[in-house]
């Protein structure tokens, strides 16, 4: 059976979001099993025909192997990392990097999202190319996410701000990010947050997993066959439009083939090192008109849209003032015309309405989809704004007028709320903490953290009756709440 007809039968089985997901998982998917049910292989062993690197066909009999041996030898056991970096496999370092005196350029392998590895931390990591690019000419950056399968948000961040807005490399034909059907998860995030947030060009194939996804996986035990599933906790968005993109679409699209490996060519590298940067062409606008579009305006109830003049630019930027956000903007507009504008982010156009005191509204255009954004006066503040001027009430009130929002469209709002109680409470602000546990229990009133949280608010405090009563509703929403049960037996036994 040629592997074609084998994929196509498994791909029914294959969880992915697109086709190049859906590839990736079948190079590691197929099992024993499947392949005895197929008629593939017989008593654990399957018969496969080969082709030689110097042409000419073998064949090669494998037998199944359990699984404790295939996580050693796929995830475990160390291997050469200068190897093709363009091979797909999981037991490389999580970071690499090597500065090519030839072509000035600099290759940073960002294999896992990791704030540290064995001994090796990214900060230092990071610290280490900030002192290589002081010392040496960098002409091309070229970060590689093609063996990226995620790992911790909080390392894509730090890989984010290390490389946004950073002269040295974040400029038109010079940053460059390789990506793939194996970039998932915090990798894509990295991918999605550099295109929409600085000049990277992306180059390779399609990521196998779209910007906004689901994770946090838990293990939940199915209650009749007792199986073990993980289940996925939350919702990560890495696209500000909160659009429904099955995958990170490449600004240059290469594959890797049969023979690039068996000649140890890496064809996306050499794409980053030949690419040279279109010149985008722009109409003449006036500096008064430009001026008249600067200004604040309303994307959504929690996300500004400002507008700024930069060396005689427009830069737009879409914020949502969440510390552990990855969904942020940042672009340069183009002039088109007078009121119409191109961004340094593909399918994304933005047009203003204008009237006798200048721009009126906004509209950004990404791949069909509108998104209005109206003006707001200079000194309008959004609610995160107004907590870190230490505004808290006016913040608060201002969330509960937009709750259904916060509490469905903001992902991550219930946790970030959570961490900022406790820091207040660090802080010795117990107001403020209860204030803010308050609105996280209004927001999500079937969040058993949020109770136990806010009974600990009220415990601090010496409020007894008022904790007993949150911790009571958290270990009703959840009965496998410990830390609520324990709670209690402790303020019974101070009665």
């Not at 600099?106 to 290589?132: C, H, K, M, P």
């Not at 199915?222 to 995958?247: G, M």
Request: proline fraction near 5%; hydrophobic fraction near 40%.
């Amino acid at each position: 059976m040629a592997i074609e007809e084998a994929y196509e039968r498994f791909r029914p089985y294959i969880a992915a979001e697109n086709e190049f997901g859906s590839l990736d998982r079948w190079s590691g998917l197929p099992i024993a099993e499947w392949l005895e049910a197929q008629g593939l292989a017989e008593d654990g062993r399957a018969r496969l025909t080969l082709e030689r690197p110097e042409g000419g066909l073998y064949d090669l009999t494998v037998r199944a192997v359990g699984l404790i041996q295939y996580g050693y030898w796929a995830y475990m056991r160390r291997i050469d990392n200068t190897f093709s970096p363009a091979v797909s496999n999981d037991r490389k370092e999580a970071f690499r990097f090597e500065y090519d005196t030839d072509t000035r350029s600099l290759y940073f392998d960002f294999n896992q999202s990791l704030l540290s590895w064995g001994d090796i931390t990214l900060a230092g990591v990071l610290a280490e190319l900030d002192r290589l690019l002081d010392a040496n000419p960098c002409e091309r950056f070229i970060l590689d996410l093609r063996n990226n399968g995620g790992g911790d948000l909080a390392a894509t961040r730090e890989l984010a701000n290390f490389v946004i807005g950073d002269q040295r490399i974040d400029r038109p034909g010079r940053l460059f990010v390789l990506i793939g059907r194996r970039t998932f998860s915090a990798g894509v995030s990295a991918a999605a947050m550099l295109r929409n947030n600085s000049s990277a060009i992306l180059i390779g194939e399609p990521t196998g997993q779209g910007p906004n996804y689901f994770a946090g996986p838990r293990l939940v035990t199915l209650p009749n066959s007792r199986l073990p599933v993980a289940v996925s906790t939350r919702r990560t968005v890495s696209a500000p439009f909160n659009a429904s993109q099955d995958r990170v679409e490449p600004d240059v699209r290469i594959g890797y083939t049969h023979d690039d490996f068996f000649n140890g060519r890496d064809p996306l590298r050499e794409a980053a090192l030949s690419y040279e940067a279109p010149v985008i062409a722009t109409a003449d606008v006036s500096a008064s008109t430009l001026a008249g579009y600067v200004g604040r305006y309303r994307f959504s109830p929690h996300q500004a849209l400002d507008v700024e003049l930069d060396g005689g630019r427009l830069r737009l930027t879409i914020d949502d003032f969440l510390t552990v956000s990855v969904s942020s903007v940042r672009t340069t507009l183009y002039p088109t015309s007078e009121t119409t504008f191109a961004t340094e982010i593909p399918g994304v156009d933005v047009s203003f309405a204008t009237g006798p005191q200048g721009a009126t509204s906004v509209l950004v255009e990404w791949n069909g989809v509108r998104w209005p954004a109206t003006r707001l006066p200079a000194e309008y503040l959004f609610p995160l704004e107004l907590v870190g001027q230490g505004a808290i009430d006016e913040a608060i009130a201002a969330v509960l007028a937009d709750s259904a929002h916060y509490a469905t469209a903001v992902p991550g709002f219930e946790s970030y709320m959570n961490r900022m109680g406790y820091d207040y409470l660090r802080e010795g602000n117990t107001a403020a903490t209860t204030a803010v546990f308050q609105l996280n229990v209004a927001l999500f009133p079937r969040s058993s953290n949020a109770y136990d949280s806010l009974g600990e608010a009220y415990l601090v405090r010496g409020d007894t009756l008022s904790a007993v009563e949150n911790y009571r509703r958290s270990l009703e929403l959840d009965p496998r709440n410990d830390n609520a049960r324990e709670m209690l037996r402790r303020m019974r036994a101070l009665e």
